[in-house]
């Protein structure tokens, strides 16, 4: 994670102990003043309505303020290069940490899809290569990865990747399969994620809603993934009930099944329709069935 996201989620390493280590990892594309109105928007770091003269301001602000608080990001859903960077950012990771591996993973928002792939492309470490270009396949940076799959995934306000071509309306994306980096990643999705995820989804997000987190939901086994729902927004939940989940979830010796480890807002575990409670199949801690793909609209 990030050094800004690791002073947002300071309380729950607090909670985990000394004995958890938490290892910050800074996106690696640093967003420049015309990626904000749109990408940082569906990435929620920005409102939709602010300009990018507004943006670039805030940029030199932070620049001569504190450079851990540049905008960046893990990729640019209409530019391939970004996808490719982040890819190679994450082999050279996961090379580094060989010795003393990553037991797992927690992601927020634009960092959760991060984490999803990271915790994909582990488990088809023979794939990786793809990612990165045919030319690639014999290089020993891609092909001597042996770093072990994770033992967990925390995805919070996460959703799936989905990447346009530049210049071409959203709504005119042909999905037929075309050899990029992005149907690669697409295909790995496709596959679904088996290691344990812990979805964590705010009730009242505005930037990630229940659709767009349903789309990363439904590319994890159903067997081995849990949700969570908190009654905010677009944030980590803090409160002391969820910095325990939070600990005790992580230092589970077997993250498959979690279903002794109590939820920390059991009000969201009920059924029900009104206002601030779960439908049947986006039950707090409990295991969803697939959606019928065609019945979801997706969001930018």
């Known amino acids: 994670m990030s050094q800004r996201f690791g002073i947002q989620v300071a309380a729950i390493r607090k909670q985990c102990g000394k004995d958890c280590e938490f290892v910050h990892v800074e996106a690696p594309t640093v967003l420049k003043p015309v990626d904000l109105p749109q990408n940082l928007a569906s990435i929620g770091a920005i ?171 439904d590319a994890c086994n159903e067997e081995t993934r849990r949700i969570e729902r908190h009654e905010g927004g677009h944030f980590v939940p803090s409160k002391t009930s969820w910095r325990q989940f939070f600990a005790r979830y992580i230092h589970l010796e077997n993250h498959v099944d979690s279903s002794e480890l109590p939820s920390p807002n059991p009000l969201l575990t009920e059924v029900g329709t009104g206002s601030g409670m779960s439908t049947p199949g986006l039950r707090s801690g409990a295991i969803t069935p697939k959606l019928d793909p065609n019945l979801a609209s997706e969001t930018n």
Request: aromatic residues 8%.
């Open 47 to 217: 409102d939709r309505q602010q300009n990018a003269t507004s943006s670039a301001s805030a940029i030199e602000t932070l620049e001569s303020e504190n450079l851990e608080l540049i905008p960046r990001g893990w990729w640019l859903r209409d530019r391939p290069e970004t996808m490719h960077k982040c890819v190679s950012y994450f082999v050279d990771l996961l090379k580094e940490h060989e010795e003393i591996p990553f037991d797992g993973v927690l992601g927020f928002s634009q960092g959760a899809c991060a984490a999803a792939l990271l915790t994909i492309m582990l488990e088809n470490s023979n794939l990786i290569h793809r990612l990165l270009g045919s030319s690639q396949t014999g290089s020993p940076s891609v092909t001597s990865i042996t770093h072990p799959r994770l033992k967990f995934c925390i995805l919070v306000a996460g959703f799936r990747p989905r990447f346009i071509q530049r210049g071409v309306a959203e709504e005119s994306q042909v999905s037929a399969y075309t050899g990029t980096i992005e149907d690669e990643i697409q295909l790995l999705f496709d596959k679904g994620i088996y290691t344990p995820t812990l979805h964590i989804l705010g009730e009242n997000d505005q930037i990630v809603g229940r659709e767009r987190s349903q789309t990363l939901i």
